[in-house]
């Protein structure tokens, strides 16, 4: 980076601090400083769901998947693509709750001021690691972008830099509270779309200028050369060069997983829609805000694919794929000296600090309203509640910088965070249409999801240590390994040259460290227009350990099946001899050994896909049965807050309240539009306005999926 981009870096900055400072003086009570007086329209309302929705980790996610997967690599970030035309049925939801924070919603739904106190450890817990996730994609991003590899007494870049970007975010965030967070985002969200497409046409045209003809310098050329040094199959949405790492069954399951979870995510209360002036402001901030996320993600995918083309021979990236985005911005931007790189940095950050700062907010409003006030001090004047969540603020960005400086595996922790809402999603999804579901059976259901999904697979091996002997469970799936013979392209070529570098002076027996391990395997010798083999194995991963499974002594291979068409052959192995597992264990795949199922013929995506079944459906199961066995709520709350969630809300305050107030005097009339009247289910009939909103939501949804595929195809 040269002065300039720095210039540019600073100045962002400090827009970003001084909004802030302008926005803590208009900061009077909670609701200003949580809510932002719950005044913002359209627009706002579309940036915040926009920037919050949009994590620095994913544009870094999406460049390092794209670059080993081809396409299909969108996924890991696109899966959220199935889920956002549930959010035009949802924002109205937060909007009705009028709740400052979803602990609030728990505490009335449930007559439980300890099931909020719950809610929020689980929302600081969520927060601390999903954010750490950003810190460490911003990372990963700015080390090929700065050219430095140490920071300040000669630390690895990242011990000055995370510290140093959780410092701006508390100074505007914790200062100005939402109206701040929300302001900044409007910003933050423009520069999020710049990222986006700002590598594309630069990166197309330094393709037609590097590797074009005389005359060939037209974006046109770019996408064409692109294509000829890329690989076909590289080009799928559903069928990359990895065999199927992102294959339907397990996109599907992940969106899946996402739905049931996003909508108890804490930052939903205000992103969703709470803070809205009215329901239509809250449905189309947080669906149009969500698309324009999605179609961000098409142009991290399509910035990926060029830099495969380009930047195949990168040492810097064989070495590290999340480094994709920082080494492309800087071979493409930085000879061009206009301070694009600063400026691409800056759009990084205003991703990871644009949901940042409403994480923190929303999370220090749990803490007020669910820990301080219902168990601290509930007579404090508003000033000293704000006080409290502005530190409390700060200890979330502390903690989540703290497990950046610890993990640094952007995909794993995002994955990792994605089961973590699976505590609260039954008791809410149950809760807010079946009034048969009681305080006591949702404390069950937590009691067992929390056992069953995070403390058991841990503690039963500590407790059984000789089950990681165990012969049984130390199976593992079929080894496979594909063949395809087809002509090399420039890319093939490339790889491997900057395989090769990166390794040299890796492999060290003495420290029993080899560069297949750090890179990859070692990518097949390649000459440009002749035939390549390219062989893939996949498989022989561990059913029942998480950690895997260690070989102890000879392990021998014996084929069981093998396919051959004539351009690709398929063999399958089956690799006996002693193994030892390791790290946790999965319960739930027990279950299907019980059962009799098979899995060691299935692959690896399809046993992360087995686990979804348990995660659904077995909470809502327990959570069904244990509401039948144990007291229902009282009627008198159920009906006041069904009445509620049945009252549309006004956009002035003082006639929504009074609004309220005649419902709840006449329950039966907000009650009419029930599907299913006289009965525990809360059901109501959609109106004109639901029905066109969601079927209007999957439209987009089938029309950017083509775009992606048309996008894919220019030039080939």
Same mark, same amino acid.
């Given at each position: ?47 915040? *769901? ?67 106190? *719950? ?42 830099? @995370? ?16 109206? *701040? ?80 979870? @996003? ?28 698309f324009l996320k999605r179609l961000c993600t098409a142009g991290w995918a399509l910035t990926a694919l060029i830099a495969l083309a380009l930047l195949a021979g990168s040492p810097e990236i064989a070495a590290n794929p999340d480094r994709v985005w920082g080494v492309a911005a800087r071979e493409i931007l930085g000879p061009l000296n206009l301070g694009l790189v600063g400026l691409m940095l800056a759009c990084l950050l205003a991703a990871m600090m644009s949901s940042a700062d409403t994480y923190m907010i929303v999370t220090s409003g749990l803490v007020v309203r669910n820990v301080y006030a219902a168990y601290i001090n509930a007579n404090a004047d508003e000033k000293k ?36 809402? @699976? ?62 013979v087809r002509p090399a392209t420039e890319s093939d070529v490339a790889r491997r040259e900057a395989w090769l570098e990166a390794s040299q002076g890796i492999d060290d027996q003495a420290a029993g460290v080899k560069a297949k391990d750090l890179l990859g395997p070692e990518p097949p010798e390649a000459i440009l227009g002749q035939p390549i083999t390219l062989k893939k194995t996949t498989g022989g991963k561990s059913i029942f350990w998480r950690g895997g499974v260690k070989p102890v002594g000879r392990q021998e291979s014996f084929l069981v099946e093998e396919q051959d068409d004539g351009e690709t052959r398929v063999q399958t192995y089956r690799i006996d001899g002693k ?7 999965? @319960? ?129």
């Amino acid at each position: 980076m040269t002065t300039i981009d720095y210039i540019v870096l600073a100045a962002y900055f400090l827009v970003m601090i001084a909004i802030g400072i302008y926005a803590m003086r208009r900061v009077s009570d909670q609701e200003d400083y949580f809510m932002g007086g719950r005044g913002f329209g359209k627009i706002l309302q579309t940036f915040a *769901a926009f920037g919050a929705g949009t994590g620095a980790h994913e544009p870094v996610q999406v460049g390092s998947t794209t670059w080993t997967s081809g396409l299909s690599g969108v996924w890991s970030a696109l899966m959220w693509l199935f889920v956002t035309p549930v959010y035009w049925i949802a924002a109205v939801w937060y909007r009705r709750m009028r709740h400052l924070t979803l602990g609030d919603w728990f505490v009335e739904r449930y007559e439980s001021r300890s099931m909020g106190a *719950a809610y929020t450890l689980f929302a600081i817990v969520f927060y601390m690691f999903y954010l750490s996730t950003m810190f460490s994609a911003v990372a990963a991003f700015a080390v090929p972008l700065m050219g430095v590899e140490t920071g300040l007494f000669g630390l690895e870049l990242k011990y000055t830099l @995370i510290p140093a970007i959780a410092v701006v975010v508390i100074l505007y965030g914790v200062l100005g509270g939402l109206s *701040a967070a929300y302001w900044t985002d409007l910003i933050q969200g423009l520069f999020i779309i710049l990222l986006s497409t700002l590598l594309i046409p630069f990166g197309l045209w330094a393709l037609a200028e590097q590797f074009g003809t005389d005359g060939q310098t037209s974006m046109m050329d770019g996408f064409r050369i692109m294509h000829e040094r890329v690989s076909g199959d590289y080009f799928s949405l559903f069928n990359g060069p990895s065999s199927g790492e992102f294959p339907i069954h397990y996109i599907l399951s992940l969106s899946l997983l996402g739905m049931i979870g @996003i909508v108890v995510q804490p930052h939903f209360i205000a992103t969703g829609g709470g803070s809205a002036k009215t329901e239509e402001e809250a449905r189309i901030g947080l669906v149009v805000g969500n698309f324009l996320k999605r179609l961000c993600t098409a142009g991290w995918a399509l910035t990926a694919l060029i830099a495969l083309a380009l930047l195949a021979g990168s040492p810097e990236i064989a070495a590290n794929p999340d480094r994709v985005w920082g080494v492309a911005a800087r071979e493409i931007l930085g000879p061009l000296n206009l301070g694009l790189v600063g400026l691409m940095l800056a759009c990084l950050l205003a991703a990871m600090m644009s949901s940042a700062d409403t994480y923190m907010i929303v999370t220090s409003g749990l803490v007020v309203r669910n820990v301080y006030a219902a168990y601290i001090n509930a007579n404090a004047d508003e000033k000293k509640y704000v006080l409290v969540g502005r530190l409390t603020g700060l200890i979330i960005i502390i903690g989540a910088a703290f497990f950046a400086l610890l993990y640094g595996d952007v995909f794993g922790q995002f994955k990792m965070t994605l089961e973590l809402p @699976i505590l609260f999603a039954a008791p809410f999804w149950l809760g807010m249409y079946w009034r048969r579901v009681n305080r006591t059976a949702v404390w069950g259901t937590i009691a067992f999801s929390f056992l069953f999904f995070f403390v058991l697979p841990v503690a039963v091996p500590l407790v059984a240590p000789g089950l990681h002997n165990s012969p049984g469970l130390a199976a593992t799936t079929k080894t496979v390994t594909t063949t395809i013979v087809r002509p090399a392209t420039e890319s093939d070529v490339a790889r491997r040259e900057a395989w090769l570098e990166a390794s040299q002076g890796i492999d060290d027996q003495a420290a029993g460290v080899k560069a297949k391990d750090l890179l990859g395997p070692e990518p097949p010798e390649a000459i440009l227009g002749q035939p390549i083999t390219l062989k893939k194995t996949t498989g022989g991963k561990s059913i029942f350990w998480r950690g895997g499974v260690k070989p102890v002594g000879r392990q021998e291979s014996f084929l069981v099946e093998e396919q051959d068409d004539g351009e690709t052959r398929v063999q399958t192995y089956r690799i006996d001899g002693k193994k030892v597992g390791a790290g946790s264990l999965n @319960i739930d795949f027990l279950l299907y050994s019980a059962l009799g199922v098979d899995l060691s013929g299935v692959s690896s995506t399809m046993l992360e896909t087995l686990r979804l079944p348990t995660r659904l459906f077995a909470p809502f199961l327990v959570l069904f049965l244990l509401s039948y066995v144990t007291p229902r709520g009282r009627s008198d709350v159920l009906n006041r807050y069904f009445t509620k969630m049945n009252t549309p809300v006004l956009a002035d305050h003082e006639a929504d309240r009074q609004a309220l107030e005649r419902a709840y005097l006449a329950p039966v009339s907000a009650c009419k539009r029930k599907l299913y009247p006289g009965s525990d289910w809360e059901f109501t009939r959609p109106t004109k306005f639901d029905v066109f909103g969601f079927l209007a939501s999957c439209v987009v949804c089938a029309l950017i999926i083509l775009l992606l595929i048309w996008l894919a195809n220019i030039g080939s």
